[in-house]
């Protein structure tokens, strides 16, 4: 006796094409997490739970050999009250405006110089000579600094005699210990914005400054009515991390002078570092972090909320 197979139903092959979609999707679900999951998890290990765990210390009296005890806003009161932390603040903020303006000023005039007409080798050289720097690590670069601007035996004080100028202390007064430290932060960051602003200038169409020239226009009027408008995005980018990287600005003034003389250049991280892993007082520390934070957000909101009236998007 012979059997037959009826042949699939219109209905049944239908069912089974959605089963192999629906089995298909949930494969291509789970091979997404699979590759989401290391990040996933690396952000949630090594940045919210410790930004969580910050937000909690701020509130307690913490030093790691005694329990926490819960004080509420007392290391804000603390911090408030601490001649330090306030000059820390105004170090940081005084840093962050003559570091910002000087990298925007000197990474978008150097761009425009090398964007200008010179052979490709050269421009390739410039370009990657300017950069550099940024790839150095900050504590190495600030530990050969530290002996190039030593009083007694630097090479730049040696330099300075050459031409009958005494010995400068460049690290043992507080002005010279400022400029310093920020001459050595410009010159080490603004490779980056240096290139941010490569490729900005590179985008502006040159028909906009042939057409300029035919109108009579010169070369600050071609900049300030043509270049500043039209890189004025890549501006605000490269302020925008210019700033947050300057506020949070530690190693360079740590090696070069450990915040002095006196509290002439420490910062606000410093104070952070220093309270945390010197005087174990995690508490206060994060109070600092969280203020820092805040701080970062509010310049950060301001700089967005200004590019609607400065930023050109034509």
Do not use: C, H
């Not at 092959?13 to 089995?23: F, L, P």
């Not at 701020?58 to 290391?75: K, Q």
Request: proline residues 4%.
């Amino acid at each position: 006796m012979s059997t037959t197979t009826a042949p699939p139903t219109t209905r049944t092959i239908v069912t089974a094409g959605k089963k192999d979609d629906r089995d298909g999707k949930k494969g291509n679900r789970l091979l997404i997490w699979v590759f989401l999951a290391p990040t996933v998890i690396g952000l949630g290990l090594f940045a919210f739970l410790p930004i969580l765990a910050s937000l909690a210390l701020a509130f307690f009296r913490w030093d790691i050999i005694t329990a926490p005890e819960f004080v509420g806003v007392d290391n804000f009161v603390e911090m408030a009250a601490n001649p330090t932390v306030r000059v820390s603040f105004l170090n940081t903020i005084g840093f962050v405006i003559a570091a910002v303006v000087i990298q925007l000023a000197v990474a978008l005039g150097l761009a425009i110089l090398v964007q200008s007409k010179m052979p490709d080798w050269l421009r390739t050289f410039f370009r990657s000579s300017l950069f550099f720097p940024l790839i150095l690590s900050a504590a190495s670069v600030s530990l050969i600094m530290a002996y190039l601007f030593n009083q007694e035996f630097g090479l730049v004080n040696q330099f300075l005699n050459w031409f009958g100028i005494g010995d400068v202390g460049w690290l043992t007064t507080g002005f010279g210990a400022k400029v310093v430290v920020l001459l050595v932060y410009v010159w080490q960051n603004f490779g980056f914005t240096f290139l941010l602003f490569i490729g900005g200038v590179s985008a502006i169409p040159r028909e906009v400054y042939e057409a300029s020239s035919i109108d009579g226009a010169t070369g600050w009027t071609q900049f300030r009515n043509i270049t500043l408008p039209l890189v004025s995005p890549t501006m605000l980018v490269a302020s925008v991390m210019a700033i947050i990287s300057a506020l949070q600005i530690f190693d360079q003034p740590y090696v070069l002078t450990r915040g002095g003389p006196g509290d002439e250049t420490r910062t606000a991280v410093m104070v952070i570092y220093e309270a945390a892993f010197q005087q174990l007082e995690f508490g206060l520390a994060s109070a600092v972090g969280i203020v820092l934070t805040i701080l970062i957000m509010v310049v950060t909101a301001i700089q967005f909320q200004l590019s609607k009236r400065y930023v050109f998007y034509g």
